[in-house]
């Protein structure tokens, strides 16, 4: 029997337990959220705010047409998504990125669950397995899980989880940045949904410099590892720019320090080596991020080496880069399509320890997981979404994983949305009748897929209309 009065406990107050949060209680589902700060904080959050942004304030591509993670922005906003809603109001000039005061955004995500009459939030820790009398439980601890929760889980599952490490980034403070050097523009001048086309600091750097600046980063004194986290691999999405250096000197000349798309207006003739971009980081404009910046090295050795990018030499820094440890569910061996514990489906699990990687995917997988509990709730059949689209190309991966030709699953890594978890498309005919090639062809099957998406979201949400 199914009871839409009785409460759906959900455990961690980040994105994805908030946007869980939010879906349900919207169907008219009580819920009860349970935060564990500022009682227990946690080795890379700074404040107590629902839905804090602990590494970058951007939430990447808006782009909904040829970009995965800009396609789920899309989806995500149709079905009325509260980090969406937060994110667009709290928005700051990024280019094609959206990118938001992390302030602002907590502010509002919190401001708009205290606001919701069907929504209870507690300031407690959860330290063990939740109580049995809770028949409907959502686990959005992300991968900070407090340790007894985390050593609960694992004895649970009789699983490791995985584990691997994440970085931040540095922020400087815009007034200590010589704009006699830097210049403001965005890449290829796209203006982006907020953007003016000039969003991004550059401060450019020439051969020798950036051959001074790769020497630096080989040489630097960094963090030493804890007994326990010697075998942490890195997600490759988010490696520490020494990591990236050490792959081989033009590495970042290929990465976050690419010179293309810019020019520097001071000396249009010459092209610079290399550039370092920082992207503004609060709505007063007073604090930016050094862009794929994710280090480390210790804090007196950043503040060495980082004075020595032209433009930063007087830099003030209102964070240092550092590094926290990563843990995630073997997720395609014990989770259900609808996020459930195979060994306990009263527990759901949502958001990064899922095993997906990023803000937007993270809430994402709330979101979804909001929808399959109040679903529940109301005794409301509801299907996982359509492959096709990036939410369930996400789900998807998540609990179907990496497998092998016979179907065993050979290994499962955390993983931004792609378009490489969408199943093929059928491309339409060139109206001339001529064959596409090269990045003609690429955007062309993007904009199929992501049309295909949005169709195929439309066809499922009518389908849970009674939801």
Excluded at 241 to 258: D, N
Excluded at 397 to 413: A, E, K, P
Aim: glycine letters at 10%; proline letters at 7%; a negative charge.
């Amino acid at each position: 029997m199914t009871d839409p009065t009785e409460t759906v406990h959900i455990i961690g107050g980040g994105l994805a337990g908030s946007e869980a949060a939010w879906q349900i209680a919207r169907r008219g589902v009580p819920v009860i959220l349970h935060e564990m700060r500022p009682q227990a904080m946690t080795a890379a959050h700074v404040t107590d705010g629902l839905a804090e942004l602990v590494c970058s304030n951007s939430f990447r591509s808006d782009d909904s047409e040829t970009n995965a993670v800009g396609l789920l922005h899309e989806e995500m906003r149709r079905l009325d998504s509260l980090i969406m809603r937060a994110a667009d109001e709290n928005r700051l000039p990024a280019g094609g990125a959206l990118a938001v005061d992390r302030n602002g955004f907590s502010a509002a995500v919190e401001a708009a669950l205290e606001a919701q009459p069907a929504i209870e939030i507690r300031r407690e820790a959860i330290d063990g397995l939740p109580p049995d009398d809770w028949s409907s439980v959502i686990i959005a601890t992300g991968p900070l899980t407090s340790p007894g929760l985390a050593a609960a889980i694992r004895d649970f599952t009789g699983a490791d989880a995985l584990a691997f490490f994440d970085a931040i980034a540095p922020i400087v403070h815009f007034e200590s940045i010589d704009r006699n050097v830097a210049w403001f523009q965005s890449r290829y001048d796209k203006p982006g949904p907020a953007g003016t086309g000039a969003d991004y600091l550059n401060c450019p750097m020439t051969r020798d410099e950036y051959d001074a600046f790769i020497d630096a980063l080989l040489a630097a004194e960094t963090v030493p590892f804890r007994e326990w986290e010697a075998d942490t691999p890195y997600f490759d999405g988010c490696l520490p720019i020494e990591v990236m250096a050490a792959r081989g000197r033009e590495t970042l000349r290929h990465g976050p320090m690419k010179p293309v798309g810019l020019t520097n207006p001071r000396d249009p003739g010459v092209k610079p080596y290399a550039i370092v971009q920082l992207r503004q980081d609060n709505a007063l404009g007073s604090l930016w991020n050094m862009v794929g910046f994710q280090t480390k090295m210790r804090h007196g050795e950043q503040v060495r080496i980082f004075r020595t990018i032209p433009g930063l030499e007087e830099a003030e820094f209102a964070r240092l880069g550092g590094l926290h440890r990563n843990s995630f569910l073997d997720s395609p061996r014990l989770l259900d399509r609808h996020l459930r514990l195979k060994a306990a489906p009263r527990l759901r699990f949502a958001g990064q320890i899922t095993g997906c990687e990023g803000y937007v995917e993270s809430a994402a997988i709330g979101l979804i997981a909001g929808l399959f509990a109040a679903a529940e709730r109301t005794g409301t059949a509801m299907a996982p979404p359509p492959e096709t689209t990036a939410l369930g190309a996400l789900l998807g991966h998540i609990t179907g994983g990496h497998r092998n030709v016979d179907g065993v699953v050979r290994s499962f890594q955390p993983m931004n949305v792609n378009f490489g978890l969408f199943p093929p498309v059928e491309m339409p005919k060139p109206a001339d009748g001529k064959r596409l090639r090269g990045k003609q062809k690429t955007i062309a099957r993007k904009k199929a897929l992501t049309a295909r998406a949005l169709e195929d979201l439309a066809g499922w949400m009518a389908g849970a209309d009674d939801l």
